[in-house]
Nanobody, 127 residues
Framework: QLHLVESGGGLVQPGESLNLSCAAS???????????IGWFRQAPGKEREGVSC????????NYADSVKGRFTISRDNAKKMVYLQINGLKPEDTAIYYC?????????????????WGQGTQVTVSS
């Protein structure tokens, strides 16, 4: 059973950066290579939004228009880790950030396509 744990969130000022991490467990190094990973966020009173995803091989990535140029997703299958580098944080980036996995090569930004979810990490951007 794949288990995901996010970390790296916190309270930051506008313009600062964060590097969120998603640690996978319950799978072997070989098995993890079959999972595409997505990052999602949900702000209070708003619907969940897919912000970025990466294919199982890491060769393909996708970003929501709202974060292009500021967010960078990467993965290290050997370490069973997926990262989300966030630069130029804005107050509207404030949300709980979740990573999720789907047992497909291709990644998608639709949350309903994912079967496994972490518990989330809070990102708050405020001056």
């Amino acid at each position: 059973q794949l288990h995901l744990v996010e970390s790296g969130g916190g309270l930051v000022q506008p313009g600062e950066s964060l590097n969120l991490s998603c640690a996978a467990s319950g799978v072997t190094l070989v098995t993890l290579k079959y999972y595409a990973i997505g990052w999602f966020r949900q702000a209070p009173g708003k619907e969940r939004e897919g912000v970025s995803c990466i294919s199982s091989s890491g060769d393909n990535t996708n970003y929501a228009d709202s974060v292009k140029g500021r967010f960078t997703i990467s993965r290290d299958n050997a370490k069973k880790m997926v990262y989300l580098q966030i630069n130029g944080l804005k107050p509207e980036d404030t949300a709980i950030y979740y990573c999720a996995a789907r047992l497909f090569r291709q990644c998608m930004l639709e949350g309903e396509q994912y079967n496994y979810w972490g518990q989330g990490t809070q990102v708050t951007v405020s001056s």
